[in-house]
Nanobody
Framework: QVQLVESGGGLVHPGGSLRLSCAAS????????MGWYRQAPGKERELVAG???????NYVDSVKDRFTISRDNGKNIVYLHINNLKPEDTAVYYC?????????WGQGTQVTVSS
């Protein structure tokens, strides 16, 4: 079993910044792909950023210049640094981990951008 716990969300003014963290634990015996998704009310969950075991990253076009995903392999932690937050970034952000054919999810952390 694998467990993922997100943290770092909150209420932020437009233009502010956040760092989201995701700590993985359980039966993890190798470095595996991880990513961040988000889901706004009434919308489908979408992939925001992903990172491979060797550190290659990818982003959805709408966040590419503002979001940065990184990982600490020794501690099984993945981060999402968000700059210049916009109201449209408001969503629940979920961490994911892929092991074999199984995708694991965290409980989500709320990000709200409002003046």
């Amino acid at each position: 079993q694998v467990q993922l716990v997100e943290s770092g969300g909150g209420l932020v003014h437009p233009g502010g910044s956040l760092r989201l963290s995701c700590a993985a634990s359980g039966r993890i015996f190798r470095i595996v792909p991880m990513g961040w998704y988000r889901q706004a009310p009434g919308k489908e969950r979408e992939l925001v950023a992903g990172i491979t075991p060797d550190g290659r990253t990818n982003y959805v076009d709408s966040v590419k210049d503002r979001f940065t995903i990184s990982r600490d392999n020794g501690k099984n932690i993945v981060y999402l640094h968000i700059n210049n937050l916009k109201p449209e970034d408001t969503a629940v952000y979920y961490c994911s981990l892929t092991s074999g054919v199984t995708i694991y999810w965290g409980q989500g952390t709320q990000v709200t951008v409002s003046s």
